[in-house]
Structures are given as structure tokens and as C-alpha cells.
């Protein structure tokens, strides 16, 4: 469901940037890509064989939280249908990559222009691989993270510090598989007892 969440933001991002292409010529100078990537990705930026070519924006999942408020109710929910349901906000970093300031700019002016646009993902903007419910969605948030938290962030990663932007997926939910059905049980066996005859 994670994996779903963060494809789900992917695909609208990238279907708002051919939008913002076609209508507006300007918007880019080379129309960029949102892609997710791995820690091991921002050493190999504008390589070749990177995720990160130019123009791009890179997605980056930095954390993964348990949702405290949400996860009272959706125990009350498991105590009714038996399944587990674990809400979870997946907090991702946003930075542009282009080869210089001014297009990194129209890239993230872009991208959050499109985030305040859809603030919700629901329906068809819903990732398939997630076998999302009638009624689910996702909201899109951003987060107030501060220079220093963004820094550390880099401190942690194979890069240098990058102007990015972070955004909270509220609310991500891995549910438990259904058990499959059992027959009842019609047989009872009594009176076992220990042999030393093999089984045939």
C-alpha cells in the first residue's frame, strides 16, 4: 500500500506536468519527469543510467510513521471485521533537478502548484497496484519542515544540500490479508494413544 501511495502522487505529478506543457509552451524549457527514487540514486544524479536525468524531480520516501490519532478508530474497525488495519503517513521529499537554478525553480513552482491543485487522490488517480476500496483517498499535505531538518536529511544522504520541498501522504493503510474460509470441523478423534507401529 505504500509502494501504491507514493506511485499514485508519481503518476498525477507527471500527467500535471504534460497538462502544464501543452497549455503553456513556457512552463518548461524541457518538460521534467517525477520519479521515485532510492538514497543510492542522489550520488548517480544526471548520470545516464540515474533515475535522476535532467530534467527530473526526484520523489524520495524518508519516513514512514504509524498515524497516532487514526489508529484508535481503525482498531475499533479491526474489533468488528477481524482484520488488522495499520494507518500510516509516508513522508516524502520532493526535489527538482535540472541544470540550472531557473528551470530547478519552474520544476518545483510546478510541482506544488499541482499538490495545491489535488490536495486529495481518489478514484482513478488511485495507483491500481494498491486494490484501493470504494471511498478511499489520499491527502496530500505539506509539511512545515524547517531548513535545518531538510539539511540533515542531506547530511544522511550521498549528496549535497538541495532546495526540496516535503509532503505528507495521509492516509496510507496496510490491511490484513483475509483468512481464508475453514470448513467446520465434523470429525473428533478420541482415545489416541502412543504407538511404536509405523505408519503406513
Known amino acids: 500500500m505504500v509502494a501504491a501511495t507514493v506511485l499514485s502522487v508519481q503518476t498525477r505529478l507527471n500527467r500535471?506536468?504534460?497538462?502544464?506543457?501543452?497549455?503553456?509552451?513556457?512552463?518548461?524549457?524541457?518538460?521534467?519527469?517525477?520519479?521515485?527514487?532510492?538514497?543510492?540514486?542522489?550520488?548517480?544524479?544526471?548520470?545516464?543510467?540515474?533515475?535522476?536525468?535532467?530534467?527530473?524531480?526526484?520523489?524520495?520516501c524518508?519516513?514512514?510513521?504509524?498515524?497516532?490519532?487514526?489508529?484508535a478508530?481503525?482498531?475499533?474497525?479491526?474489533?468488528?471485521?477481524?482484520?488488522?488495519?495499520?494507518?500510516?503517513?509516508?513522508?516524502?521529499l520532493l526535489t527538482p533537478w535540472d541544470t540550472d537554478a531557473e528551470g530547478e525553480l519552474r520544476i518545483l513552482g510546478a510541482t506544488m502548484q499541482c499538490l495545491e491543485q489535488y490536495p486529495v487522490l481518489s478514484g482513478p488517480a488511485l495507483h491500481p497496484l494498491g486494490r484501493w476500496r470504494r471511498g478511499e483517498a489520499i491527502q496530500v499535505l505539506n509539511e512545515d519542515l524547517v531548513t535545518e531538518d531538510v539539511m540533515r536529511t542531506f547530511d544522511t544522504l550521498p549528496s549535497d544540500f538541495r532546495l526540496s520541498v516535503s509532503y505528507c501522504?495521509?492516509?496510507?493503510?496496510?490491511?490484513?490479508?483475509?483468512?481464508?474460509?475453514h470448513p467446520?470441523?465434523?470429525?473428533?478423534?478420541?482415545?489416541?494413544a502412543a504407538s511404536s507401529v509405523p505408519y503406513p
Open 62 to 71: 524518508y519516513r514512514v510513521d504509524v498515524n497516532r490519532t487514526m489508529r
Open 169 to 181: 501522504l495521509r492516509i496510507a493503510r496496510i490491511d490484513a490479508p483475509d483468512e481464508p474460509g
Open 16 to 60: 500535471s506536468f504534460t497538462e502544464l506543457d501543452t497549455a503553456d509552451p513556457d512552463a518548461f524549457r524541457e518538460r521534467p519527469t517525477a520519479r521515485i527514487v532510492r538514497t543510492d540514486d542522489f550520488c548517480k544524479a544526471g548520470d545516464a543510467n540515474s533515475p535522476i536525468r535532467y530534467p527530473t524531480l526526484s520523489i524520495f
Open 184 to 192: 467446520d470441523v465434523t470429525t473428533v478423534v478420541r482415545g489416541l
Open 73 to 92: 478508530p481503525w482498531a475499533a474497525v479491526a474489533s468488528v471485521d477481524g482484520s488488522v488495519h495499520l494507518p500510516l503517513d509516508v513522508h516524502l
